[in-house]
């Protein structure tokens, strides 16, 4: 069964960093598109950043573009560095995965993964980001 779990939140200051990690189980991750979300009380969960499970075709929201980035260390675990913290970057944070739709067959090619909540069907729990002025 699939299972993602986050683990790196926590509490830092403005222009600090923070590495979110996201261990996949029960999924091939070649087979995703693998995604950060966040989300703050009353807003609606905001894509972060998003790349297919091979590794390629990372894409950011503006607000983040230089100050984090997404990638795998390995088959099981995706991460989010970030650097450049600012208050504004207090939110949960969730690791995401959905089926990557195919384009064509033959050859094989793949839609672009989307920064769109819907388009995932498994979640992390979340972990907590909180940023300090």
């Known amino acids: 069964q699939a299972q993602l779990v986050e683990s790196g939140g926590g509490s830092v200051q403005a222009g600090g960093s923070l590495v979110l990690s996201c261990t996949m189980t029960g999924i091939t991750a070649s087979d995703y598109c693998l995604a950060w979300f966040r989300q703050t009380p009353g807003k609606e969960r905001e894509g972060v950043a998003v790349?297919?499970?091979?590794?390629?075709?990372a894409t950011y929201v503006d607000s983040v573009k230089g100050r984090f980035t997404i990638s795998k260390n390995n088959a099981k675990t995706l991460l989010l560095q970030m650097v450049s913290l600012k208050p504004e970057d207090t939110a949960m944070y969730y690791c995401?995965?959905?089926?990557?739709?195919?384009?064509?067959?033959?050859?094989?090619?793949?839609?672009?993964?989307?920064?769109?909540?819907?388009?995932?069907?498994?979640w992390g729990q979340g972990t907590q980001v909180t940023v300090s002025s």
């Open positions: 995401a995965a959905g089926r990557r739709e195919v384009r064509t067959l033959y050859p094989r090619r793949y839609r672009p993964c989307l920064p769109k909540s819907e388009k995932y069907t498994r």
């Open positions: 790349m297919d499970g091979d590794g390629d075709g």
